[in-house]
């Protein structure tokens, strides 16, 4: 019986549950996603101003694992300062990583120069610290393997990953973990489902990403720590693999990487 409940154990390796839309019921939705065997979320802060909350929520709530770091969605919300203020953080508080921190190219109004300065910090930041960094690549994989390379420093997953099979493979060569979200769900997302046939078991881990990205076809609605189920029997289906054992392999990838 221990070893069945133990085989059943999923970690949402990338979920925002600190955002304000989970404010009335991020209890209700942990506590439902617990019941199914979701025991742990990986929670990265976006802004400065965000990290006090996230740290409260994790008093409230042991299942979820911190993160902090500076999105680069939010580069006009970050002072330069914001950069010691983390350095500070990361030496007070517990945090299971750098992140979320990274470039975003998709989005033209973000200036790549600042981006580039933001990121370039933090991953100085996870190497003082000693922490791998959860990485954010839209539009941007070879950019961000770039600075990875120019720093040497390659303790890294980059969530919601879509990249060509070239990227792919030279990224794997150091290392680099990946995670998939509701895009598996999606039956027209070819190019990633060839994609996660590509990468071996013990580089992949799951994520919703909740709030965001909802599951093929509900774009619309709010995603929730639920839906982590439904992504991983998708995976366990494209790639032929017993549902048991992806969900082992996941959770053991990504405790191992998080060391919780
Ligand atoms: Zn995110």
Redesign the pocket.
């Known amino acids: 019986m221990t070893e069945y409940v133990k085989l059943c154990l999923m970690i949402d390796a990338?979920i925002?549950l600190d955002d304000e839309r989970f404010d009335n019921n991020r209890g209700q939705l942990i506590a439902q996603a617990q019941e199914a065997g979701i025991t742990q979320f990986i929670v990265?802060a976006v802004m400065y101003s965000g990290f006090e909350k996230l740290k409260k929520i994790k008093q409230q709530f042991d299942c979820i694992i911190p993160s902090y770091g500076l999105h680069p969605y939010f580069i006009k919300q970050h002072s330069l300062q914001d950069i010691d203020l983390l350095d500070n953080w990361l030496s007070a508080n517990k945090s299971c990583a750098v992140g979320?921190c990274g470039l975003d190219f998709f989005l033209k109004d973000l200036d790549k120069d600042i981006q580039q300065n933001y990121f370039e910090a933090q991953i100085a930041l996870a190497k003082k610290h000693k922490l791998p960094l959860i990485l954010?690549a839209r539009g941007a994989v070879d950019a961000v393997f770039n600075a990875l390379k120019q720093a040497d420093y390659f303790q890294a997953m980059i969530?919601s990953y879509n990249g060509s099979i070239q990227q792919t493979k030279q990224l794997l060569d150091k290392g680099i973990k990946f995670s998939f979200g509701g895009t598996l769900c999606n039956p027209n997302a070819h190019k990633l489902h060839k994609l996660v046939q590509y990468i071996p078991t013990d580089a992949i881990m799951f994520e919703t990403?909740a709030p965001d990205q909802n599951l093929y076809p509900h774009f619309k609605a709010i995603n929730t720590p639920i839906n982590l189920i439904k992504i991983i029997q998708n995976y366990s289906f494209i790639i032929k693999q017993n549902l048991e054992q992806t969900k082992s392999k996941s959770q053991l990838v990504t405790s191992t990487f998080f060391k919780v």
């Open positions: 990338h925002h990265p979320e954010h969530h990403d």
